[in-house]
């Protein structure tokens, strides 16, 4: 399926850009005889049916992913921002004995078992000469069901699950946010999200491809090279997570006009708070578009567009996938009222890798995947996210979800971010703890933010403790690991 849009693209417009990095750039016949290379290589050097790939987001990392799939092998991207003992536990659980890595992250890698081969060892430059005159091969007979990538969950809420998605699942989230934001093949995409995660692999990986359009990756975020790139360059279309944009938004080089031919920005990963939109509106005039998803579903659900947008939802669905708003016992609840999100759609997962059990109990027999993530749909069908059900509280008998508190929090103009969550408390079941990171030059103090709450909360929802802090613990794409935070709490 992706080889032959590659294939398609080779034939159709060779001399076109497809990919560039720092360091190296394809045209897209450049781009298919290099992952006709790592075909030839993942050929010759396993049997296994899933080969591990290791690479940042790069035009070698897109031509290295491209060659696996060509080869009829399922890619597992591995987080090299795991620790080691992490890294290993992953790779054994994905049963891999191959993995394609870049030499800098060989430390990452030292101790296992299996085998790695570095592409700056490997004589790619000779092979790429030769593999230039041998005929193409055809593509590999795959189907829709056919599994192309395991793509692993976070390891800090838990032990890290693999999500398998199908051809059919990746390549039909493509289309739909294609076809939602009405991206066409004149735009060209800024790649700063890590293609581990399954919001880099699918938006700034697999989608130009689908799209034909060019992508130009910065491998290692920052915001210096990302304001460079979409200043000088022809970038049209950016997808990030909050924290990136806030890096952007905060950099006192930026001048007006810098992000003008930003077309599509579009924010996901984790909540976009409020004061953060109002922030990048007003430093780079980029009008963000929340949006949402999950690894187990390819993973966008939903998002804002730049027609049909209210700040604090995640926009409408994507076409083709369903939505329903469920209470406790599992009936569907009507408009307006708050309940477990389930989706149902062709980018939900075929399930997790070897637990029957796991998937069993996250898709019922209908093909609906509960999210865990409790909402509220209006009646215009924009989607607001109100919590994790598992973070959900209950104090004195009352529910609190989590982001309600955390948004009244950021609603204040010392704030710049908030993470809430519960610990026990013997007379009321559960106490509000918030953590707060304060705006630069501004100051509150706990008393402070706990009397504004009272003016905008119920008074089981206000902050019992509010703790100030530097920074959160993070995850890769600058997601908060509240487990972390919850081990402050108990310590």
């Known amino acids: 399926m992706f080889i032959q849009y590659l294939l398609d693209s080779a034939r159709s417009r060779p001399k076109q850009l497809a990919v560039r990095d720092p360091t190296r750039t394809f045209t897209c016949a450049e781009l ?64 891999i004995d191959l993995i394609l890595a870049t030499r800098q992250l060989a430390s990452q890698l030292a101790g ?26 055809e593509p590999p007979p795959v189907s829709s069901e056919d599994l192309a990538a395991i793509v692993y969950t976070s390891g800090s809420t838990g032990e890290p699950r693999g999500v398998c998605l199908s051809y059919g699942n990746l390549l039909s989230n493509c289309k739909a946010a294609i076809e939602h934001f009405r991206l066409n093949s004149n735009h060209h995409l800024l790649g700063v999200l890590p293609p581990f995660h399954v919001f ?39 997808m990030a997570v909050p924290s990136m944009y806030a890096a952007i938004a905060r950099l006192k080089s930026i001048q007006p006009g810098d992000f003008a031919r930003i077309q599509l920005a579009v924010s996901g990963g984790e909540p976009l708070p ?28 939903s998002a804002n567009q730049p027609w049909a947008q209210r700040v604090g939802s995640v926009g409408h669905p994507l076409p083709g996938v369903e939505v329903q708003v469920r209470d406790a016992t599992g009936s569907v609840l009507p408009a307006g009222r708050t309940g477990e999100l389930c989706v149902r759609g062709p980018g939900v997962m075929q399930g997790y890798f070897n637990r029957p059990a796991d998937t069993a109990a996250a898709i019922d027999r209908d093909g609906w ?30 529910n609190v979800y989590p982001r309600e508190v955390e948004s009244a929090l950021e609603q204040h103009p010392a704030v710049r971010e908030a993470a809430v969550l519960g610990k026990p408390d013997a007379n009321r079941g559960e106490a509000v703890v ?28 206000v902050p019992r403790e509010v703790h100030i802090v530097q920074d959160f613990p993070r995850g890769p794409t600058g997601k908060v690991l509240k487990r972390q935070l919850k081990t402050r709490i108990e310590a």
């Open 112 to 137: 296992t078992s299996v085998r790695v081969l570095y592409l700056g060892q490997l004589p790619l430059t000779r092979s790429y000469v030769l593999e230039k005159f041998r005929r193409a091969p």
């Open 200 to 238: 880099g692999l699918t938006t700034v990986t697999l989608l130009p491809l689908v799209l034909g359009a060019p992508v130009t990756y910065i491998p290692r975020f920052s915001p210096q090279a990302a304001h460079q790139v979409a200043a000088t360059g022809d970038i049209s279309v950016i």
């Open 274 to 301: 409020a004061t953060l939109y109002d922030e990048v509106l007003l430093k780079t005039g980029m009008n963000l578009l929340e949006g949402y998803g999950m690894t187990e579903t390819a993973p966008v659900i």
């Open 369 to 398: 995947l509960r999210t865990g993530d409790i909402v509220q749909i209006d009646a215009e069908g924009f989607i607001t996210i109100t919590g994790r059900a598992k973070e959900m509280m209950i104090v004195a008998g009352e």
């Open 434 to 461: 918030a953590y707060v990171i304060l705006q630069d030059n501004h100051a509150a103090t706990p008393n402070d933010l706990r009397a504004f709450c009272r003016e905008r909360l119920a008074s089981h929802k």
């Open 32 to 95: 298919a005889t290099f992952a006709r290379v790592i075909r030839r290589i993942v050929l010759r050097e396993t049997a296994c049916e899933r080969v591990g790939i290791m690479l940042p987001g790069s035009a070698a990392g897109l031509g290295t992913l491209l060659g696996v799939m060509w080869a009829g092998k399922t890619a597992v991207p591995l987080n090299f921002l795991l620790q080691p003992p992490e890294l290993a536990g992953v790779i054994k659980d994905a049963r």
